[in-house]
């Protein structure tokens, strides 16, 4: 099943469960492991990679490692980091005028248990409507 917004959309994983709020999409495993977010931001005209940079200032300036990246129709890099309370990974990505902010975060001993799950739906990513031009 196809799940998203008017400017972007993926395919759900099989047992999965989604929904939208004001600040983001949120997608979680039928066992409640992890929890994929989506927000999206525009631009007036189209994002570089400096925003994204822009965006991942706090995390850069930590010492994370930004690792390019392209998944579905858009391209960014993204970072990986945890400490006692969990794992994230975040990816920074853009296309046209529309940047997303994908984080994925679960317990320290889910680390890598959804992996597949995670990029096999990323990799989905359709960009659409009138923020892609």
Request: proline share 2%; net charge negative; hydrophobic share 45%.
């Amino acid at each position: 099943m196809r799940f998203g917004r008017d400017t972007w959309s993926l395919i759900l994983p099989d047992a999965w469960r989604a929904w939208h709020d004001d600040e983001c999409s949120t997608l979680v495993d039928d066992q409640e492991i992890g929890a994929l977010q989506i927000s999206a931001a525009f631009k007036d005209c189209e994002v570089l990679e400096r925003d994204l940079a822009d965006f991942a200032l706090e995390h850069l300036d930590a010492g994370a490692e930004a690792h390019p990246t392209q998944v579905g129709d858009f391209v960014g890099f993204e970072i990986a980091f945890s400490d006692e309370t969990g794992f994230w990974r975040q990816w920074y990505l853009r296309h046209g005028r529309q940047m997303l902010f994908v984080t994925y975060n679960c317990s320290l001993e889910s680390r890598g248990s959804l992996d597949d799950e995670v990029q096999g739906a990323l990799a989905t990513l359709l960009a659409s409507g009138d923020m892609i031009a």
